[in-house]
Protein backbone atom coordinates (compact mmCIF):
# COMPACT_ATOMS: atom_id res chain seq x y z
CA UNK A 1 0.00 0.00 0.00
CA UNK A 2 1.48 3.23 -0.79
CA UNK A 3 1.92 5.68 2.22
CA UNK A 4 -0.20 8.24 0.47
CA UNK A 5 -2.49 7.58 -2.12
CA UNK A 6 -4.21 10.13 -4.22
CA UNK A 7 -6.85 9.84 -7.38
CA UNK A 8 -4.91 11.29 -10.26
CA UNK A 9 -7.93 12.31 -11.86
CA UNK A 10 -8.28 14.48 -14.21
CA UNK A 11 -11.46 15.62 -12.77
CA UNK A 12 -13.37 18.29 -15.25
CA UNK A 13 -15.48 20.29 -14.08
CA UNK A 14 -17.57 23.34 -14.94
CA UNK A 15 -17.07 26.81 -13.36
CA UNK A 16 -19.30 27.44 -10.29
CA UNK A 17 -18.93 23.46 -9.77
CA UNK A 18 -18.25 22.06 -6.31
CA UNK A 19 -15.55 19.45 -6.17
CA UNK A 20 -13.88 17.34 -3.70
CA UNK A 21 -10.79 15.02 -3.38
CA UNK A 22 -9.98 12.49 -0.82
CA UNK A 23 -6.44 11.37 -0.33
CA UNK A 24 -5.61 8.07 2.32
CA UNK A 25 -2.91 7.64 4.62
CA UNK A 26 -0.93 4.28 5.93
CA UNK A 27 0.59 5.48 8.85
CA UNK A 28 -2.23 5.83 11.76
CA UNK A 29 0.71 7.90 13.63
CA UNK A 30 0.80 10.46 11.02
CA UNK A 31 0.30 13.81 13.23
CA UNK A 32 0.64 16.44 10.26
CA UNK A 33 -1.52 16.79 7.16
CA UNK A 34 -1.15 19.54 4.61
CA UNK A 35 -3.20 20.20 1.37
CA UNK A 36 -0.53 21.76 -1.49
CA UNK A 37 -1.18 23.22 -4.93
CA UNK A 38 1.09 22.86 -8.05
CA UNK A 39 0.26 25.09 -11.24
CA UNK A 40 1.83 23.42 -14.39
CA UNK A 41 6.37 23.74 -13.95
CA UNK A 42 6.04 26.13 -11.11
CA UNK A 43 6.62 24.66 -7.87
CA UNK A 44 4.39 23.48 -4.82
CA UNK A 45 2.73 26.15 -3.01
CA UNK A 46 1.11 25.92 0.49
CA UNK A 47 -3.12 25.65 0.16
CA UNK A 48 -4.01 24.89 3.75
CA UNK A 49 -2.99 22.53 6.44
CA UNK A 50 -5.67 20.18 7.83
CA UNK A 51 -6.74 20.20 11.33
CA UNK A 52 -8.30 17.76 13.83
CA UNK A 53 -11.67 19.56 13.95
CA UNK A 54 -11.45 20.69 9.71
CA UNK A 55 -10.81 24.14 8.93
CA UNK A 56 -11.85 26.50 6.22
CA UNK A 57 -11.03 29.07 4.08
CA UNK A 58 -12.78 30.67 2.06
CA UNK A 59 -14.22 28.13 -0.90
CA UNK A 60 -11.46 25.60 0.72
CA UNK A 61 -12.68 23.32 3.36
CA UNK A 62 -10.22 20.20 4.28
CA UNK A 63 -11.42 17.57 6.62
CA UNK A 64 -9.50 14.69 8.35
CA UNK A 65 -10.89 11.06 9.59
CA UNK A 66 -8.35 9.57 11.37
CA UNK A 67 -10.57 6.59 11.70
CA UNK A 68 -10.76 5.93 8.28
CA UNK A 69 -7.01 7.29 7.97
CA UNK A 70 -7.85 10.26 5.11
CA UNK A 71 -8.06 13.73 4.99
CA UNK A 72 -10.54 15.91 2.15
CA UNK A 73 -10.52 18.83 0.27
CA UNK A 74 -13.81 20.59 -0.92
CA UNK A 75 -13.64 23.07 -3.41
CA UNK A 76 -17.40 25.51 -3.74
CA UNK A 77 -17.76 28.10 -6.45
CA UNK A 78 -14.73 26.56 -8.78
CA UNK A 79 -12.91 29.48 -10.92
CA UNK A 80 -10.68 28.85 -14.13
CA UNK A 81 -7.96 29.43 -11.42
CA UNK A 82 -8.47 26.85 -9.63
CA UNK A 83 -6.95 24.91 -12.50
CA UNK A 84 -3.66 22.88 -10.76
CA UNK A 85 -2.77 19.75 -9.49
CA UNK A 86 -3.52 19.20 -5.68
CA UNK A 87 -1.11 17.36 -3.63
CA UNK A 88 -1.87 16.06 -0.41
CA UNK A 89 1.11 15.74 1.83
CA UNK A 90 1.14 13.95 5.51
CA UNK A 91 3.82 13.59 7.60
CA UNK A 92 4.88 10.05 7.65
CA UNK A 93 6.47 8.60 10.83
CA UNK A 94 9.30 6.63 10.60
CA UNK A 95 11.98 5.35 12.87
CA UNK A 96 13.33 8.80 13.54
CA UNK A 97 11.91 11.21 16.31
CA UNK A 98 11.14 13.06 12.91
CA UNK A 99 8.82 12.48 10.62
CA UNK A 100 9.57 12.64 6.73
CA UNK A 101 6.62 14.59 4.51
CA UNK A 102 5.46 12.21 1.91
CA UNK A 103 3.21 13.67 -1.02
CA UNK A 104 0.36 12.07 -2.93
CA UNK A 105 1.06 11.94 -7.09
CA UNK A 106 -1.55 14.73 -7.07
CA UNK A 107 -5.24 14.82 -8.27
CA UNK A 108 -5.46 17.21 -11.43
CA UNK A 109 -8.39 19.42 -11.61
CA UNK A 110 -9.69 21.41 -15.00
CA UNK A 111 -12.05 23.93 -14.40
CA UNK A 112 -13.50 24.47 -17.82
CA UNK A 113 -15.79 27.64 -18.74
CA UNK B 1 7.74 34.99 -4.10
CA UNK B 2 8.53 32.20 -1.57
CA UNK B 3 11.87 33.38 -0.26
CA UNK B 4 13.45 30.81 -1.48
CA UNK B 5 15.64 30.73 -4.69
CA UNK B 6 17.00 27.70 -6.31
CA UNK B 7 19.70 28.19 -9.61
CA UNK B 8 19.86 27.28 -12.30
CA UNK B 9 16.32 27.10 -13.46
CA UNK B 10 17.48 24.94 -16.21
CA UNK B 11 20.30 22.57 -16.80
CA UNK B 12 21.79 20.55 -19.38
CA UNK B 13 24.02 18.09 -18.97
CA UNK B 14 25.97 15.36 -20.56
CA UNK B 15 26.60 11.87 -17.76
CA UNK B 16 30.31 12.50 -17.89
CA UNK B 17 29.58 16.51 -16.56
CA UNK B 18 30.03 17.45 -13.08
CA UNK B 19 27.52 20.17 -12.36
CA UNK B 20 25.99 22.24 -9.06
CA UNK B 21 22.44 23.32 -8.08
CA UNK B 22 22.23 26.06 -5.59
CA UNK B 23 19.28 26.74 -3.10
CA UNK B 24 19.40 29.94 -0.60
CA UNK B 25 16.53 30.98 1.57
CA UNK B 26 15.68 33.98 3.29
CA UNK B 27 13.17 32.81 5.44
CA UNK B 28 15.20 32.11 8.55
CA UNK B 29 14.17 28.76 8.71
CA UNK B 30 16.20 25.55 10.16
CA UNK B 31 15.78 23.14 7.67
CA UNK B 32 16.34 22.41 4.30
CA UNK B 33 15.29 19.58 2.12
CA UNK B 34 15.78 18.41 -1.35
CA UNK B 35 13.13 16.90 -3.22
CA UNK B 36 13.09 14.97 -6.76
CA UNK B 37 9.56 15.07 -9.30
CA UNK B 38 9.68 12.63 -12.20
CA UNK B 39 6.64 13.14 -14.86
CA UNK B 40 3.80 11.38 -13.42
CA UNK B 41 5.18 10.40 -10.11
CA UNK B 42 5.24 11.89 -6.53
CA UNK B 43 7.84 14.57 -4.99
CA UNK B 44 10.69 11.79 -3.59
CA UNK B 45 12.05 13.37 -0.79
CA UNK B 46 16.15 12.75 -1.04
CA UNK B 47 18.04 15.09 1.76
CA UNK B 48 17.06 17.13 4.91
CA UNK B 49 19.10 18.78 6.85
CA UNK B 50 18.62 20.38 9.79
CA UNK B 51 20.67 23.12 11.44
CA UNK B 52 23.35 22.18 8.81
CA UNK B 53 23.44 18.46 9.42
CA UNK B 54 22.58 15.59 7.93
CA UNK B 55 19.27 14.06 9.23
CA UNK B 56 18.08 12.20 6.46
CA UNK B 57 19.29 10.67 3.28
CA UNK B 58 16.42 8.77 1.37
CA UNK B 59 18.97 6.07 -0.12
CA UNK B 60 19.74 8.17 -2.75
CA UNK B 61 22.56 7.41 -4.73
CA UNK B 62 26.41 8.56 -4.42
CA UNK B 63 26.54 10.12 -7.69
CA UNK B 64 24.25 12.85 -6.08
CA UNK B 65 25.86 14.75 -3.00
CA UNK B 66 24.27 17.35 -0.72
CA UNK B 67 26.35 20.00 1.04
CA UNK B 68 24.91 22.73 3.15
CA UNK B 69 27.48 25.11 4.95
CA UNK B 70 24.93 26.62 6.42
CA UNK B 71 21.44 26.72 7.65
CA UNK B 72 20.85 29.45 4.65
CA UNK B 73 22.58 27.51 1.89
CA UNK B 74 22.18 24.32 0.30
CA UNK B 75 23.76 22.67 -2.75
CA UNK B 76 23.32 19.37 -4.50
CA UNK B 77 26.10 18.34 -6.38
CA UNK B 78 25.79 16.18 -9.25
CA UNK B 79 28.45 14.07 -11.42
CA UNK B 80 28.32 10.57 -14.15
CA UNK B 81 24.28 11.31 -13.71
CA UNK B 82 22.01 8.42 -15.61
CA UNK B 83 19.38 9.83 -18.12
CA UNK B 84 16.93 8.40 -15.88
CA UNK B 85 17.76 11.67 -13.43
CA UNK B 86 16.17 13.84 -15.63
CA UNK B 87 13.77 15.64 -13.44
CA UNK B 88 12.52 18.38 -11.71
CA UNK B 89 15.10 18.92 -8.38
CA UNK B 90 12.90 21.26 -6.10
CA UNK B 91 14.19 22.55 -2.60
CA UNK B 92 12.52 23.51 0.10
CA UNK B 93 12.95 25.19 3.54
CA UNK B 94 10.82 24.53 6.90
CA UNK B 95 11.21 26.37 10.23
CA UNK B 96 11.18 23.14 12.25
CA UNK B 97 11.59 19.42 10.68
CA UNK B 98 8.72 17.56 10.53
CA UNK B 99 6.77 15.77 13.87
CA UNK B 100 8.25 18.41 16.46
CA UNK B 101 5.12 19.66 16.61
CA UNK B 102 6.02 23.21 15.58
CA UNK B 103 5.75 24.78 12.35
CA UNK B 104 6.83 22.61 9.76
CA UNK B 105 5.08 23.90 6.46
CA UNK B 106 7.26 23.67 3.78
CA UNK B 107 8.34 26.38 1.58
CA UNK B 108 9.63 25.55 -2.18
CA UNK B 109 12.04 26.99 -4.62
CA UNK B 110 11.31 26.70 -8.23
CA UNK B 111 12.61 24.42 -8.80
CA UNK B 112 15.81 23.12 -11.55
CA UNK B 113 14.83 21.34 -14.56
CA UNK B 114 17.68 19.29 -15.48
CA UNK B 115 17.91 17.10 -18.46
CA UNK B 116 20.45 14.32 -18.36
CA UNK B 117 22.31 13.49 -22.01
Known amino acids: RKEVEQDPGPFNVPEGATVAFNCTYS??????FFWYRQDCRKEPKLLMS???SGNEDGRFTAQLNRASQYISLLIRDSKLSDSATYLC??????????????FGQGTILTVHP | ETGVTQTPRHLVMGMTNKKSLKCEQH?????MYWYKQSAKKPLELMFV???????ENNSVPSRFSPECPNSSHLFLHLHTLQPEDSALYLC????????????????FGSGTQLSVL
Open chain 2, 92 to 107: ASSLQLPGTGRDEKLF
Open chain 1, 27 to 32: NSASQS
Open chain 1, 50 to 52: VYS
Open chain 1, 89 to 102: VVNIIGGTSYGKLT
Open chain 2, 27 to 31: LGHNA
Open chain 2, 49 to 55: YNFKEQT
